[in-house]
């Protein structure tokens, strides 16, 4: 299945992001305004700039919609507050619905603050990250449920975005888990696509997209050695894709273990988000029925642009199109 084939099918698509859905600020700063604060004596840190883009679960709905998926929206969890009002803007500004979060009173959206030198664009100051410390109340918990079950028959593609880095998780709890566990096998004809920082191996019956890193840790974690084979038995899947940047992907099926290289790009601009893009891309090429290797490379394929660009970047058809001549 060819590039132009994939995307041609992707517009027949519609497809829901399902966890951690973030607001990325990305504030330019000027070291000339750092004068003391009068209170204090500590320098300020002089903002004269900003932008705001979804951000974690926020990020692989931006590279979907991006790629010409014909319905993309969210389902997470927001605060009552200014950041959750950013986020649901960025979200509508790219055609992304937004309507299935949920609001939660007394909850602060998670948020990514990320400074950089105005002079330069670079990124050199420590972020500031608003982060929540508890976990979900039961009551905004059940609305999760309740709205993945209502809402689940719209979409073909369920990509689950784990991205809390917390003990406690964020977004996904394990009743979401539990849930997720049991639509997937009742909904075959749908794709299901788990990305989990660090709770790979507690997912069940879905295809699960760990890097070599986090796929390491969970079999560590789950079994205490390193085996990819025994890594897909343990999550009870049919696919397990372990992506290892520029050195292509793993993929792992009960019938062995394929390596689909990639052409490794030489000095990206910015790597980050490229998971996220190789996750939209893979999981739309799995849905229009393409082979897991024609995935694997499609969702390369997307990453490969998209890490050529600032910040949190998305790949279109026409540069995806572009690309594959250029390949050729």
């Given at each position: 299945?060819?590039?132009?084939?994939?995307?041609?099918?992707?517009?027949?698509?519609?497809?829901?992001?399902?966890?951690?859905?973030?607001?990325?600020?990305?504030?330019?700063?000027?070291?000339?305004?750092?004068?003391?604060?009068?209170?204090?004596?500590?320098?300020?840190?002089?903002?004269?700039?900003?932008?705001?883009?979804?951000?974690?679960?926020?990020?692989?709905?931006?590279?979907?919609?991006?790629?010409?998926?014909?319905?993309?929206?969210?389902?997470?969890?927001?605060?009552?507050?200014?950041h959750g009002h950013e986020l649901k803007k960025a979200l509508r500004a790219r055609g992304i619905g937004s309507d299935h979060l949920v609001e939660a009173p007394g909850m602060q959206t998670f948020t990514y603050?990320?400074?950089?030198?105005?002079?330069?664009?670079?990124?050199?100051?420590?972020?500031?990250?608003?982060?929540?410390?508890?976990?979900?109340?039961?009551?905004?918990?059940?609305?999760?449920?309740?709205?993945?079950?209502?809402?689940?028959?719209?979409?073909?593609?369920?990509?689950?975005?784990?991205?809390?880095?917390?003990?406690?998780?964020?977004?996904?709890?394990?009743?979401?888990?539990?849930?997720?566990?049991?639509?997937?096998?009742?909904?075959?004809?749908?794709?299901?696509?788990?990305?989990?920082?660090?709770?790979?191996?507690?997912?069940?019956?879905?295809?699960?997209?760990?890097?070599?890193?986090?796929?390491?840790?969970?079999?560590?974690?789950?079994?205490?050695?390193?085996?990819?084979?025994?890594?897909?038995?343990?999550?009870?899947?049919?696919?397990?894709?372990?992506?290892?940047?520029?050195?292509?992907?793993?993929?792992?099926?009960?019938?062995?273990?394929?390596?689909?290289?990639?052409?490794?790009?030489?000095?990206?601009?910015?790597?980050?988000?490229?998971?996220?893009?190789?996750?939209?891309?893979?999981?739309?090429?799995?849905?229009?029925e393409a082979s897991p290797a024609v995935a694997a490379r499609f969702g390369n394929q997307v990453a490969s642009i998209t890490i050529m660009k600032k910040g949190t970047g998305t790949a279109s058809p026409a540069e995806l199109l572009a690309h594959e001549d250029a390949r050729d």
């Amino acid at each position: 299945m060819t590039t132009a084939e994939i995307l041609a099918k992707i517009r027949n698509l519609s497809a829901l992001v399902v966890g951690d859905i973030c607001l990325d600020r990305w504030c330019m700063y000027d070291p000339s305004l750092a004068e003391p604060s009068r209170e204090t004596n500590i320098p300020r840190i002089g903002v004269v700039s900003g932008v705001v883009t979804p951000g974690a679960g926020g990020t692989v709905a931006n590279n979907l919609a991006a790629l010409g998926t014909g319905k993309v929206a969210v389902l997470g969890v927001i605060g009552d507050d200014g950041h959750g009002h950013e986020l649901k803007k960025a979200l509508r500004a790219r055609g992304i619905g937004s309507d299935h979060l949920v609001e939660a009173p007394g909850m602060q959206t998670f948020t990514y603050t990320k400074l950089m030198d105005v002079r330069n664009g670079v990124e050199d100051l420590p972020r500031v990250d608003f982060v929540n410390a508890s976990p979900l109340l039961p009551e905004v918990e059940r609305q999760v449920l309740d709205r993945l079950q209502l809402v689940i028959e719209n979409f073909d593609v369920v990509v689950v975005s784990d991205q809390a880095e917390t003990h406690q998780g964020g977004v996904v709890t394990p009743a979401v888990r539990d849930l997720i566990a049991e639509l997937a096998p009742a909904y075959p004809e749908k794709i299901f696509f788990v990305d989990s920082r660090m709770r790979i191996e507690h997912f069940r019956r879905v295809i699960v997209k760990p890097n070599h890193d986090e796929a390491q840790a969970a079999c560590m974690r789950a079994f205490g050695a390193i085996s990819y084979p025994r890594l897909l038995r343990h999550v009870e899947g049919k696919l397990l894709i372990v992506t290892h940047g520029g050195d292509g992907v793993l993929l792992v099926t009960p019938s062995g273990e394929t390596w689909v290289k990639t052409k490794k790009v030489e000095n990206p601009v910015d790597i980050c988000g490229a998971g996220d893009s190789f996750t939209a891309g893979a999981a739309l090429a799995l849905a229009v029925e393409a082979s897991p290797a024609v995935a694997a490379r499609f969702g390369n394929q997307v990453a490969s642009i998209t890490i050529m660009k600032k910040g949190t970047g998305t790949a279109s058809p026409a540069e995806l199109l572009a690309h594959e001549d250029a390949r050729d």
